[in-house]
Nanobody, 113 residues
Framework: QVQLVESGGGLVQAGGSLRLACAAS?????????MAWYRQAPGKSRELVAS???????NYSDSVKGRFTISRDNARNIVYLQMNSLQPEDTAVYYC??????WGQGTQVTVSS
């Protein structure tokens, strides 16, 4: 089955950086469909952070534009989310998603002020 495993989360001070990784395995390759990063903060609904289509088109939420970058390594079947200039409002569990059906287990990102 398709499996998505996130890593790279942790505790960072405001202004710092983290790089999340989503390692995909299974039948489908990550380039076959859109991959995305979502996040869910305490008391809030899950929101789309960034996405990358099968042909490389990218999209970002307004709150992270200019700070976050989504990319993928097709050879290694990994999707990344580079997060710079992190702020406390970025604190959330970050989830990797493939297409409309598959989710990773999430990785916690905590930004201290």
């Amino acid at each position: 089955q398709v499996q998505l495993v996130e890593s790279g989360g942790g505790l960072v001070q405001a202004g710092g950086s983290l790089r999340l990784a989503c390692a995909a395995s299974g039948i489908s390759h990550i380039s076959a469909t859109t991959m995305a990063w979502y996040r869910q903060a305490p008391g809030k609904s899950r929101e789309l952070v960034a996405s990358i289509t099968g042909i490389g088109g990218v999209n970002y939420s307004d709150s992270v534009k200019g700070r976050f970058t989504i990319s993928r390594d097709n050879a290694r079947n990994i999707v990344y989310l580079q997060m710079n200039s992190l702020q406390p409002e970025d604190t959330a569990v970050y989830y990797c998603k493939r297409g409309s059906a598959y989710w990773g287990q999430g990785t916690q990102v905590t930004v201290s002020s």
